[in-house]
Each structure stands twice: as structure tokens, then as C-alpha cells.
């Protein structure tokens, strides 16, 4: 596995594909757990190459703190890639993601109008700056991206599909630890009571989901969003910021159940500092 630092020896070690080989990537911004091990896998079953990019993005950090404390753990990404069988680590720097500033301000028709969009501006512009900069250098056949992060995931099909990119998108499920907690690098930021009360977050999404098919959706929307938050809020190390239900497809927040067949329930939880998120499938 080669490990490239900036955008020479990544071409240098692009060489190494040949004609036909499908390419790969899993874009991720390191600290890896088993859930990226997770994309990082199935991009290996499915492709002949497979490239990982570590990069901090910052045009996607809002909170300049939050990008200060990111953790960056390169070395010990790199052991973990290697035993996962990627061929090619990015870690580029920043003049080689952007060798000028990037003005491009993306429309994603929508799809930001709720959960995270209002509460980070700016963030999934971010996203799609750096996303279509790594798409374009490392030109992948099949790119990988996690449902934890379920609205990035519709936002970067969105764009890819109106960029006329031929990179199909694949969906990984979210990784959940034993205790339910959905993994993530943020995770590594939690003090020992913050930890052990982040797994109450999935714990209530999913006995509060499942109360509700019970219950034939008799409770509103609004009844249903406040016994999740009450629940989550219930752990006094936890402050639930929003809970919504919104439609799987393009994401709009619905207020009754009539409004859409498939249902996405999200949120986000501080636990300290520390902001996390969650999602799961309502019906
Ligand atoms: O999901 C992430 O880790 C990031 O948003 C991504 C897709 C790697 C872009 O920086």
C-alpha cells in the first residue's frame, strides 16, 4: 500500500492502474474506526483498485474549533488500510485539494433545507467542494459513502448525478458498536460518562421507532419527535439539538405520517462538546 502525501506521489502511485481496472474511492477524513474499515472492505470486493483520501476538509468545518480538535491519527490510519487491503492512501495537503480558493456554491435543489443545512451553513458546500476535487483527481468508478451521514449521502448523489459524473454512489449501512453507538470519529472526543451515555441516543431512536410501528402510527408526528427528544434528554450527559422526521428521498420534514412512505428519522446530540448524529429507518 502506498501512502501519498501530496498530489505528485499520488499520480506516481496511480500509475499502477491499468486500462479496464475499476477504481474505487472512500473519501474520509481519517481517524478511522471500523466503520470506514467497513466502506474500505466493500470497496475492496468490489473494485480492482482502491484508493482512500485522509483529509480534514476545512472548507466543510463551520466551527473553527471543531476543526482544531478533529482528531488526526495518520499513522494509525495507515496500519489499519493496509490490513483492510486499500491500495493507495491520499493525504493530500491543503494546496493540493484547493491551489486556489474554491468559490463554487453548490444548489442541492433542497436537500439542505433541514437537519444538518440550517444548523451548519456552509458545511455540505464543503462537502461537495471537496468531494468533486477528489472525484476529479482520482477519477473512481464506485465511490463509498456511509449512512450514518444520511444526508450527505442524497446531497453527493444529487450533485454527482447533475455533474454528469458516471461514478456510481454506494451506500454503506451505519456501523454500530455493541452497545448500539454508531461509530464515528468523534467518538474518540467523549470522556468516560459521555461515552458511556452515548449509547442511550440509539437506544431511544430505536425503542421509540418500534413503539410507534407497535402503536400503527397512532401518536403524531410531533408526539413521536418529543418522546425522542425527552428520551434522549432523559441522560443528563445528553442534549438532543433537533429530531426530525423526514421523507427518504428528498428529504423534506414531513408533519404527519400520511405525507411519505419512506421515513428517515435523524438527529443530533450533544454529549458535552461533542456533537453527534444519528439516523434510523421509520417504515
Ligand atoms: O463524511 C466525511 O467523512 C466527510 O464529510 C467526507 C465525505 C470525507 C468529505 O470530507
Request: proline share 5%.
Amino acid at each position: 500500500m502506498l501512502v501519498a502525501k501530496n498530489i505528485n506521489e499520488f499520480r506516481k502511485g496511480y500509475e499502477t492502474v491499468r486500462p479496464g481496472m475499476k477504481v474505487g474511492l472512500v473519501p474520509t477524513m481519517g481517524a478511522l474506526h471500523q466503520g470506514h474499515i467497513s466502506l474500505v472492505k466493500k470497496a475492496v470486493d468490489k473494485c480492482d483498485f482502491v484508493i482512500v483520501s485522509v483529509f480534514v476538509n476545512p472548507t466543510q468545518f463551520n466551527n473553527p474549533e471543531d476543526l482544531r480538535t478533529y482528531p488526526r491519527t495518520l499513522e494509525a490510519d495507515c496500519e489499519l488500510l493496509g490490513s483492510a487491503g486499500a491500495d493507495l492512501v491520499f493525504a493530500p495537503q491543503v494546496e493540493d485539494i484547493y491551489p486556489e480558493k474554491d468559490e463554487r456554491v453548490f444548489d442541492f435543489e433542497g436537500l439542505d433545507k433541514y437537519g444538518e443545512g440550517p444548523r451548519r451553513p456552509g458545511h455540505f458546500n464543503g462537502v461537495a467542494q471537496v468531494v468533486t476535487r477528489l472525484f476529479d483527481i482520482a477519477k473512481p468508478d464506485y465511490a463509498f459513502f456511509g449512512e450514518k451521514d444520511f444526508q450527505q449521502l442524497a446531497i453527493i448523489r444529487n450533485f454527482t448525478r447533475k455533474l454528469g459524473n458516471k461514478i456510481e454512489i454506494v451506500p454503506c449501512e451505519i456501523c454500530r458498536g455493541e452497545d448500539g453507538l454508531a461509530l464515528s470519529s468523534r467518538n474518540m472526543l467523549l470522556n468516560a460518562a459521555q461515552r458511556a451515555a452515548a449509547p442511550h441516543i440509539f437506544a431511544t431512536l430505536d425503542s421509540e421507532t418500534k413503539k410507534l410501528a407497535e402503536d400503527n402510527f397512532n401518536m403524531s408526528v410531533d408526539e413521536f419527535l418529543k418522546r425522542i427528544t425527552d428520551g434522549i434528554n432523559s441522560n443528563p450527559e445528553l442534549e438532543c439539538e433537533y429530531a426530525e422526521a423526514v421523507d427518504s428521498d428528498d428529504l423534506h420534514r414531513i408533519a404527519s405520517w400520511d405525507e411519505s412512505e419512506h421515513i428517515r428519522l435523524w438527529c443530533a446530540v450533544y454529549a458535552g462538546k461533542v456533537r453527534l448524529i444519528d439516523n434510523i429507518k421509520v417504515r
